[in-house]
């Protein structure tokens, strides 16, 4: 199981490291400009995308014995790069703390002006849920939702093909925008608002590469679903972007 979230600033040109603001998280609770952990207190992962972002560092009390998470590579450019510059640690998770502010933070070195720098945060309870045994299928998706600019836009996916009725864990998935940088899953039916939301890195073009580990179970089981309860799906988009697509990877049950 595992939880998404995104923070953006526009920062200025002189090499230091600036603090990056929440995005609203539905989830998580605003904690000065950063977020308020919850039980899924390991980082799975990070990443940054700044068109002359220098440094990238994840902050929270509990990490401060060890050291701050500063992050190499990152994505130079105003979307993310092919293929994805990310730092997972999923196979052994950093271990942070319930209920403390987790704060993101960029540097960037553009010699003509300030510029936005964005990073995204993967939480999760330490587990990498195990995948059904049996075959995973790729189902294609569609959609044709005007997003909002840098901030979560809810769409709803029109399914290549149905599904036939029964229930599925999804496995794994990929988004394409013009825009996109994440995306994230909002489980449907009475508990999308206290449900965290997994997902993964976006992409921009169709020919540019997925993380792989976001892909056919490298991450474990996101969540389940049945034929009539498909989840929404939240798309972080640098621009007002009014085509998605994509793929998901399930497992029937």
């Not at 440094?55 to 105003?78: C, E, M, V």
């Not at 993964?200 to 073009?205: I, L, P």
């Not at 993380?211 to 969540?223: A, E």
Request: net charge negative; hydrophobic share 40%; proline share 6%.
């Amino acid at each position: 199981m595992h939880h998404t979230s995104a923070y953006q600033s526009t920062i200025a040109n002189d090499g230091l490291l600036h603090q990056l603001q929440s995005i609203p998280d539905s989830i998580l609770p605003t904690s000065g400009m950063g977020l308020l952990s919850n039980a899924l207190a390991y980082i799975m992962a990070v990443f940054y995308v700044g068109a002359n972002q220098t440094r990238g560092q994840f902050q929270a009390p509990s990490l401060r014995d060890y050291g701050n998470l500063d992050t190499q590579p990152i994505n130079i450019g105003t979307v993310v790069e092919n293929p994805p510059r990310l730092d997972d640690f999923s196979m052994k998770m950093i271990p942070a703390a319930v209920s403390e502010e987790w704060d993101m933070f960029a540097a960037q070195n553009n010699a003509m002006a300030n510029e936005i720098e964005t990073g995204f945060l993967f939480s999760s309870d330490g587990n990498i849920a195990p995948v059904p045994p049996k075959k995973i299928v790729q189902i294609h998706w569609s959609a044709s939702i005007t997003l909002v600019k840098n901030t979560w836009s809810m769409i709803q996916m029109t399914m290549a093909q149905p599904l036939a009725a029964g229930t599925y864990a999804l496995v794994g998935a990929r988004c394409l925008s013009a825009g996109c940088l994440a995306f994230r899953f909002v489980p449907t039916g009475g508990v999308s608002a206290t449900t965290n939301r997994p997902g993964g890195v976006g992409v921009q073009a169709e020919d540019q590469l997925d993380w792989p580990r976001q892909r056919r179970g490298g991450w474990g089981t996101w969540l389940q679903f049945t034929n009539v309860t498909l989840p929404s799906i939240e798309v972080f988009s640098l621009s007002n972007d009014t085509s998605e697509e994509g793929d998901i990877d399930i497992v029937p049950l």
